[in-house]
């Protein structure tokens, strides 16, 4: 059962002026980036951060001129 089918309002638990990731009570986590949220399992969403900050990673290795 989701959040909103609970009436609870989820536990934000970091945002920033592009995303923000919040916490149901049932524990599904809500990622939510510009119009678009996605809810998933806990280990579903650490999977996703690793893979993100991978990314993050080689992009910040490579030379400024292929950031366009």
Same mark, same amino acid.
């Given at each position: 059962?989701? @959040? *909103?089918? !609970?009436? #609870? /309002? %989820? =536990?934000?638990? /970091? *945002?920033?002026? @592009?995303?923000?990731? #919040?916490? @149901?009570?049932? +524990?599904?986590?809500?990622? #939510? $980036? +510009? %119009?678009?949220? $996605?809810?998933?399992? %806990? +280990? $579903?969403? !650490?999977?996703?951060?690793?893979?993100?900050?991978?990314? /993050?990673? !080689?992009?910040?290795? =490579? %030379? /400024? =001129? !292929? *950031?366009?």
């Amino acid at each position: 059962m989701s @959040c *909103h089918a !609970r009436k #609870s /309002a %989820p =536990e934000v638990l /970091a *945002h920033s002026p @592009c995303a923000q990731v #919040s916490r @149901c009570a049932d +524990g599904h986590l809500h990622v #939510s $980036v +510009g %119009p678009v949220t $996605v809810r998933m399992e %806990p +280990g $579903v969403f !650490r999977a996703l951060a690793l893979t993100l900050t991978s990314a /993050a990673a !080689r992009l910040d290795a =490579e %030379p /400024a =001129e !292929r *950031h366009h």
